[in-house]
């Protein structure tokens, strides 16, 4: 992946009809790459980049994240390459343990999701590359598969993870790693030091975003979808911020997510989304690139995620 780059993330709910619009749209205003996401139970990750891959001319599709304890690893392989092959250069995939709640709700969540994950990089990373996988591992068991027609250039996996066992998984068996939101300069940095790469690794970071010419109207617009980090799963998020144990105050003695989100000082929503005018999330683009981000990806906050594609874009 190129370093330095921008992107919009495909929301999971937009209708079906806005999709091939949202996508042509973001190529058209200047955005290097589109993120669609595998949330159970909105819409397929390979199905969607499909589809914007084939509507599209320039942009790159990142996939992030395809849930590994449900699928196979060769047949990971086989359709990420088979997009790779038509549209070369132009497929990131991301693969992740998938979110315990829902994996157990379909009656997939492994007893060791570090090991499964593992197995699954290395798996899926040997076969894009060409070549043949003998394998026996608790999760994965692949004898003599070898891909007929390899793409030319191996599209990159990333790891969609969050913990530090994970995060030094993708540090050893993924070619990057994607952060979910909220993602600040103080959390690259301390997730690169989980990760702790021998090489070129590359560092995608989601945030909620909202641009307008008044702040404060973009801060009440992603206010809203902050409520979740309140919840203890995102604590690595924000143990590395200087307000750290406020946040956890906070949490601690709202009632509801509703409270919650709603006493949090906007120096706090400044921190935890892409907000403001465009030169401030310009600015703040920046400062996460600096911290080792190697893509920035907006998560369109508010009603209208195609109606505030040309407000984003004024940030690029």
């Not at 969607?48 to 690893?73: C, D, E, F, K, M």
Request: aromatic content about 6%.
């Amino acid at each position: 992946m190129t370093t330095a780059t921008v992107g919009i993330m495909l929301p999971r709910d937009l209708p079906a009809h806005q999709i091939v619009p949202f996508v042509q749209k973001a190529e058209h205003l200047g955005f290097d790459e589109l993120w669609v996401v595998e949330d159970c139970f909105f819409r397929g990750g390979f199905a969607q980049a499909a589809v914007a891959l084939a509507s599209t001319q320039r942009i790159r599709v990142g996939i992030g994240i395809l849930p590994a304890p449900v699928r196979n690893a060769a047949f990971t392989a086989l359709e990420a390459n088979t997009l790779a092959e038509i549209y070369p250069g132009r497929l990131i995939v991301g693969i992740g343990h998938g979110m315990p709640a829902w994996m157990r709700q379909v009656g997939d969540k492994p007893a060791s999701i570090l090991t499964m994950l593992d197995e699954q990089l290395t798996a899926v990373r040997t076969l894009l590359a060409g070549d043949a996988l003998e394998v026996d591992g608790r999760y994965v068991q692949i004898h003599g598969a070898q891909l007929e027609t390899p793409a030319s250039t191996a599209p990159p996996v990333l790891a969609g993870v969050r913990g530090p066992k994970s995060l030094a998984i993708a540090g050893r068996s993924a070619d990057g790693t994607i952060l979910a939101e909220p993602v600040t300069p103080e959390y690259v940095v301390a997730a690169l030091a989980n990760i702790d790469a021998s090489g070129p690794h590359e560092v995608v970071a989601y945030n909620v975003a909202a641009v307008d010419d008044d702040a404060s109207v973009a801060r009440e617009i992603v206010r809203p979808a902050l409520e979740w980090i309140g919840e203890p799963d995102w604590a690595p998020h924000i143990e590395p911020l200087p307000f750290a144990e406020e946040f956890a105050a906070l949490r601690a003695r709202s009632a509801t997510r509703a409270e919650f989100v709603d006493a949090l000082p906007d120096e706090w929503v400044d921190a935890l989304a892409l907000a403001g005018t465009p030169d401030r999330v310009r600015a703040r683009i920046a400062e996460l690139h600096a911290s080792g981000a190697t893509s920035v990806v907006f998560i369109p906050a508010g009603d209208d995620p195609l109606g505030r594609l040309e407000p984003l874009a004024r940030a690029l």
